[in-house]
């Protein structure tokens, strides 16, 4: 089962972090130096994605200028002799022909923004990735996933899942488990936000999935769920009635940067990561702890 494209839903309003995301859309907010939406694209270059597919909305197109060449800037970095930046620059940016932009023109949920994606996606296999939950490893999540669907082969459908605390499950799409080999167990089941106490597992859908085809023809006509949204998780339900999902536990710290706490605690993250950044950081957090 090869993977070829990717889709970013990049068209929600963000309300979590407003102001931040009045004027500015959430997958530009910057971890470190780098724009959430540029981790993301990394993250799927790695695990083999050749073309990458964005569901823009109203207020986005700075994403799409992200991707293309500055020439103006271009020219002065090399005016000024600054190469390694130039070396960045051209490193982050996507061969040409290898993104495609569509827009979703109303926030209707979710599952309707990757429906949005159906006519560039065609008939194959693609993968979803949320821009704004981030995970930190090597290899990435996606990557990860790739490896265990190729693994699994045939019609199946792979959603990365994380454990959560028993008492926090009712915030969290979950999946019930069954057989498992090693990181990677069949989902037989798949609930919503399940009411306190009635969880079947702990593990709760996170932002990375691979998806058949198929979905496109349940998210045609899927109903407004939960918050009146269009919920992929409600047409996933839908599909797994007659193809195989697969939970994949991957390793790695996954970061929601659409919330507040996530997104700060996502930069340290990050910046502790990051060799040339690590020492200096340490030592401005042991100073301000000890104010
Ligand atoms: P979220 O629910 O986290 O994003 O969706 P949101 O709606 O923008 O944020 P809040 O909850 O109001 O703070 C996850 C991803 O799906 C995209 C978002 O842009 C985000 O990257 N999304 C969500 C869409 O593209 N369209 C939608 O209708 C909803």
């Known amino acids: 089962m090869k993977i ?51 569901v823009t909305g109203r207020n986005k197109s700075v994403i799409e200028d992200h991707f293309d060449r500055m020439y103006e800037l271009d020219a002065t970095l090399s005016a000024r002799g600054k190469t390694a930046e130039q070396e960045v620059l051209a490193r982050d940016q996507p061969a040409a022909g290898a993104t495609s932009f569509t827009r979703q023109q109303a926030p209707l949920g979710l ?73 990677t167990f069949e989902i037989n089941g798949m609930v919503e936000k399940p009411k306190q106490g009635t969880a079947p597992s702990n ?39 007659t193809q195989k999902f697969y939970g994949v536990e991957f390793e790695g710290e996954r970061h929601d940067c659409g919330s507040k706490a996530g997104f700060l605690r996502a930069n340290i993250a990050f910046g502790m990561a990051r060799a040339d950044l690590r020492d200096g950081l340490r030592e401005e957090m042991k100073r301000y702890l000890e104010k």
């Open 203 to 241: 593990f709760s859908i996170t932002g990375r999935y691979i998806l058949q085809p198929q979905i496109f023809r349940i998210l045609e006509t899927q109903e407004r769920g939960a918050g009146n949204e269009i919920q992929l998780t409600d047409a996933m339900i839908g599909l797994a009635r």
């Open 111 to 183: 599952g309707h923004a990757v429906w949005c994606a159906r006519d560039i996606v065609g008939d194959e296999p693609f993968a979803v990735v949320l821009p704004d939950e981030l995970v930190l490893n090597r290899p990435g999540c996606l990557k990860q996933m790739i490896e265990a669907a190729e693994k699994l082969g045939g019609n199946s459908n792979l959603i990365a899942v994380e454990e959560v605390p028993g008492h926090l499950t009712h915030n969290y799409g979950i999946c019930g488990v069954g057989a498992r080999q090693g990181r």
């Open 4 to 54: 070829r494209k990717a889709v970013f839903p990049v068209a929600g309003l963000g309300t979590r972090v407003l102001p931040a995301t009045k004027a500015m859309p959430k997958e530009m907010l910057t971890i470190v130096d780098r724009p959430l939406i540029q981790y993301v694209v990394d993250e799927a270059k790695e695990a083999g994605i050749e073309h990458f597919v964005f």
